[in-house]
Nanobody, 127 residues
Framework: QVQLQESGGGLVQAGGSLRLSCAAS????????MGWFRQAPGKEREIVAA????????YYADSVKGRFTISRDNAKNTVYLQMSNLKPEDTAVYYC????????????????????WGQGTQVTVSS
């Protein structure tokens, strides 16, 4: 059973920074691509960033390019999302996602219906 546990959300002022963490368990973490999604009230869940199984490929939504960085530490079975220069429009519940198939690249997020979700962590950016 794959389990994903997010942490690091909270309230921050515009222009501030937060780092989200997602600890994974239940299988060999290093073999699977990972991603971060977010869902704002009244909106659909959207991809924020993804990282391939080896860490050599990454993907970012246009809205966060240059401000967010996804990374992974296979020794700690953890994926991170460093968020800088936060904006009020970044306010959402952020979800960690794990690919269901091994050895995927950062583009795996296009088949998000396969895979595993964390419970989400709230990020609120005040203006």
């Amino acid at each position: 059973q794959v389990q994903l546990q997010e942490s690091g959300g909270g309230l921050v002022q515009a222009g501030g920074s937060l780092r989200l963490s997602c600890a994974a368990s239940g299988r060999t973490f290093s073999n699977y691509a990972m991603g971060w999604f977010r869902q704002a009230p009244g909106k659909e869940r959207e991809i924020v960033a993804a990282i391939g199984w080896s860490g050599s490929t990454t993907y970012y939504a246009d809205s966060v390019k240059g401000r967010f960085t996804i990374s992974r530490d296979n020794a700690k079975n953890t994926v991170y999302l460093q968020m800088s220069n936060l904006k009020p429009e970044d306010t959402a519940v952020y979800y960690c996602h794990a690919d269901s198939r091994p050895y995927g690249s950062s583009t795996y997020y296009t088949r998000r219906s396969d895979g595993y979700w964390g419970q989400g962590t709230q990020v609120t950016v005040s203006s």
